[in-house]
């Protein structure tokens, strides 16, 4: 039959007290969850215990996936215990993104993981947002409690609506924040974020930047972040009706007002 295509790996046996993780504040995997360790030693079976991935970095072993098998077994059997590795021929870039692909019963990179990664191994698309954010005076900081003004946490949210909108369009959509709720507590809010990205996304070449503007400008972005959530009715259209009501407000009849779509 057929042969999958698979990437090219060999089994070692190394010490465990000689792999490294990328982890910590300035690594790009997360830190070692407790709770799963404790599970993964509670319920070891040497049957169904997964090979440590790994690769080599200048004489060196890092782990890519599986650190809480590897934490586990050291506490299991000792520093020294020999674990099983799959050895990849991968760089630090490669092994960045393969964390941050990760799925099914590896632990899913939360929003922070993916940012670190991709801050870890530069890659365009984030650094390309977070240079149009700091362009209009912004901050992007996965990390923030979201309470700090002008400043921007819902990383995937960003994330989707650059990917979604584009360069220009996304730069658009800074553009409107910063010349209507800038210095509000509520202007980098994540529903705000998402409202105003579906928004431009239905209707971005079909409207008059300078009217939504000005228009927004007058509203509270605290009370569209209420308007987004009372608006279950509207389901997911919820975030984009608040902006249409915005958009429509005092138009004269002669002008076509935007209608949900």
């Known amino acids: 039959g057929t042969k999958i295509e698979m990437p090219c790996y060999k089994l070692v046996w ?29 319920n070891y079976n040497k049957f169904i215990v997964n090979p440590i991935k790994v690769y080599d970095s200048f004489g060196e072993y890092w782990a890519f996936d599986g650190q809480h098998t590897l934490t586990s077994l050291k ?3 000792g520093e020294n215990v020999d674990v099983p590795c799959l050895v990849y021929e991968i760089n630090d870039n490669e092994a960045a993104e393969l964390f941050e692909l990760q799925t099914g019963f590896s ?40 309470k700090n003004k002008n400043e921007f946490c819902c990383i995937e949210k960003l994330d989707k609506a650059y990917k979604e909108l584009g360069a220009l369009e996304f730069e658009k959509m800074i553009r409107i ?3 209507s709720w800038y210095g509000d507590d509520y202007c980098t809010d994540q529903n705000i974020v998402k409202g105003l990205h579906l928004f431009l996304k239905a209707y971005g070449s079909s409207i008059d930047e300078k009217e939504l503007t000005k228009k927004m400008y007058k509203e509270s972005p605290k009370n569209v972040i209420s308007d987004i959530i009372s608006g279950v009715a509207y389901k997911s259209k919820r975030f984009i009706v608040p902006f249409i009501l915005i958009y429509n407000k005092n138009r004269k009849k002669e002008e076509r007002k935007i209608e949900l779509k």
């Not at 300035?26 to 969850?33: F, I, L, P, S, V």
């Not at 993981?113 to 954010?133: A, P, V």
């Not at 005076?137 to 409690?145: C, I, L, T, Y």
Request: proline letters at 4%.
């Open 107 to 146: 632990k899913k990179p939360t929003a922070k993981d993916k940012f670190k990664s991709r801050m870890f191994r530069d890659e365009k698309d984030q650094k390309n947002y977070i240079h149009i954010c700091e362009n209009y005076g912004f901050k992007v900081n996965p990390f923030s409690s979201g």
């Open 177 to 179: 924040l910063k010349n």
């Open 75 to 77: 506490l299991l059997f």
């Open 14 to 42: 190394m010490p465990a007290n000689k792999i490294r993780v990328n982890n910590g504040d300035t690594g790009y995997q997360h830190n070692a969850d407790e709770r799963r360790i404790n599970k993964i030693c509670s």
